[in-house]
């Protein structure tokens, strides 16, 4: 089991740009895909990006394809989301989580999960 503290979230104007990060403890986070959901309220939790195992690949949803960037430092057990020219649209709760396997598919089941951060882009 990992366990996964997000932090980073907060208030910015439209345009601006946020930067979350996702440590994680328990000794399996390197053989792990990682990845970085949201949910909105009133809506379902969706899939934002992932990362492979080594940071080799990374995967994005089409709504957030060049403006965020995930990525990963295995030796600090932590995976970040870069996220520029934020929108209105992007205000969530973000969750980063552990995959139960080495790469993302549509198929990923996620193993661990975050307690979550907020990120508001006000208009």
């Not at 399996?28 to 195992?53: H, Y």
């Not at 295995?74 to 973000?94: F, G, H, I, R």
């Amino acid at each position: 089991q990992v366990q996964l503290v997000e932090s980073g979230g907060g208030l910015v104007q439209a345009g601006g740009s946020l930067r979350l990060s996702c440590a994680a403890s328990g000794r399996t986070f390197s053989d792990n895909a990682m990845g970085w959901l949201r949910q909105a309220p009133g809506k379902e939790r969706e899939f934002v990006a992932a990362i492979s195992w080594t940071g080799g690949i990374t995967y994005y949803a089409d709504s957030v394809k060049v403006r965020f960037t995930i990525s990963r430092d295995n030796a600090k057990n932590t995976v970040y989301l870069q996220m520029n020219s934020l929108k209105p649209e992007d205000t969530a709760v973000y969750y980063c989580a552990a995959a139960r396997s080495p790469y993302y598919n549509k198929y990923t089941e996620w193993g661990s999960w975050g307690q979550g951060t907020q990120v508001t882009v006000s208009a």
